[in-house]
């Protein structure tokens, strides 16, 4: 069955996958994503394959050494931020199936036959959320059943740059976890601010200090067409060897030494190429899927002790769901919940799931009513979920009900600001002045977040 994302969904991705390298023209009234503009530094030249790219400022000479030195420093908290792209229906997520309205305004699309979620008995889970009821019911996740901001944008271009950045104003050009680290990072370490998608999450983009993305922990080597094996690692070693090149050149003296640095972390992050090293006592959902793979990477790099700070991810799935939506939704949150739950169980498994929490989030939810194609229109407040030991475990904001809690649009109403859960999680969670990060912070409550 064919599905229907809206050109604007489409249109938002395509200039961000970019975004650092040359954006294409913005159009008229769409905010610049966060990060354009930043340069981006490579360890490796094109010809051996790019694996990891460095946004930002920073001496190449100095990251190994950076990178060396942080990760034996005491371990700072970590955030993980994961994304829904699309817009992710929260009325299936947590569904109101004992109302009647939900079935007026959904003879197609209703939900049924999920776990009861116990904070509200309204709602119940979406049958592929299983696992992160089971999280729920240990006190691990806390749920945000309707957040988003005041007066939406229905826009995904926008509405996604107000929380990438943090801020419901088009004109700020870092991203919140950015600025964070501008205030807290290094010059020398760019693993503090790790997108794990290959090219830069908005929401990492730093004025200051560099940041990295890379397709996967497991990912970052180089390559060349038809060598392996002995003959590779010989090549590769002697690439890292050309750093003790002396010239006067200056183009050969910066070759050299990203040829150096190229090599030395290749030997760093050795410990991660192929399945073995990446091995993790969980199961995590098999088959083609990036995303558990990320994840399941992530928990070694962790578990290794690789200096870490904040992490961005994109879930499995796209959730702009127009049309064919009961089709498209189940398979992309069942691997988006297994994902996240094997990924739970790998943290605790490895004993550092106390130094993370994971946010999971969309840009906005989907419209009360269904439409004539068998999906749902863009909407107002979506659900997020924050997940790990140190959650609070509690419901934060409320749902609003469909009787009294829909727009004029006819789309759920916000009962919690994103802007006060980032607000929370700085203070709470990363120890952080939020009044430094977001603006006109003292506007927004501060919900308990961290236990």
């Not at 100095?62 to 229906?89: K, S």
């Not at 999906?375 to 030991?389: K, N, P, Q, S, Y």
């Amino acid at each position: 069955m064919t599905r229907i994302v809206c050109d604007e969904c489409s249109r938002a991705d395509v200039l961000r996958a970019v975004a650092g390298r040359g954006l294409p023209a913005v159009e008229p009234g769409m905010p610049a994503p966060a990060g354009t503009g930043l340069s981006r530094r490579s360890f490796v030249a094109r010809s051996l394959g790019l694996a990891l790219s460095v946004y930002g400022v920073g001496r190449l000479g100095l990251f190994d050494e950076g990178i060396a030195a942080a990760a034996g420093a005491p371990q700072p908290p970590i955030l993980v931020t994961v994304f829904l792209q699309g817009g992710a229906d929260s009325l299936s997520m947590l569904y109101p199936g004992g109302d009647p309205l939900y079935l007026k305004l959904r003879p197609q699309l209703a939900v049924s036959g999920g776990t009861p979620f116990a904070e509200d008995t309204r709602l119940a889970w979406h049958p592929a959320l299983a696992p992160l009821a089971e999280l729920h019911a240990e006190g691990k996740v806390t749920v945000l059943p309707a957040v988003g901001y005041d007066h939406p944008d229905q826009s995904h271009f926008t509405s996604r740059h107000f929380w990438e950045v943090g801020a419901t104003d088009a004109r700020v050009v870092t991203g919140w976890m950015g600025r964070y680290l501008d205030a807290v990072g290094a010059i020398d370490n760019p693993l503090q601010g790790l997108s794990l998608t290959g090219s830069l999450q908005p929401t990492l983009a730093t004025s200051r200090v560099p940041v990295a993305a890379i397709d996967g922990p497991d990912q970052y080597d180089f390559w060349a067409p038809g060598v392996w094996g002995e003959v590779e690692s010989r090549m590769l070693d002697t690439i890292g060897s050309l750093g003790a090149i002396r010239s006067q050149d200056p183009a050969m003296r910066t070759a050299a030494s990203v040829a150096a640095q190229a090599g030395r972390l290749r030997k760093q992050l050795a410990p991660f190429a192929g399945k073995t090293a990446t091995a993790s006592p969980v199961a995590y959902p098999q088959g083609s899927d990036a995303f558990p793979k990320r994840l399941q990477g992530l928990a070694a790099m962790i578990a290794a002790g690789l200096p870490l700070r904040c992490v961005a991810l994109e879930a499995t799935g796209e959730y702009d769901t127009h049309a064919a939506q009961a089709s498209a939704l189940t398979p992309a949150l069942t691997t988006t919940a297994a994902s996240l739950f094997a990924f739970q169980r790998d943290l605790e498994s490895r004993g550092v799931a106390d130094r993370v929490l994971t946010l999971v989030w969309s840009e906005f939810g989907r419209r009360a009513q269904e439409n004539g194609s068998g999906g749902t229109d863009h909407g107002a407040a979506g659900t997020g979920f924050l997940i790990g030991t140190h959650a609070a475990g509690q419901m934060v904001g409320e749902f609003p009900g469909l009787a009294g809690g829909l727009d004029a649009d006819g789309n759920l109403r916000a009962t919690a600001d994103f802007r006060a859960v980032y607000a929370s999680l700085l203070e709470q969670w990363l120890h952080f002045d939020a009044a430094r990060i977001i603006p006109k912070a003292a506007a927004f409550p501060r919900p308990v977040l961290v236990k």
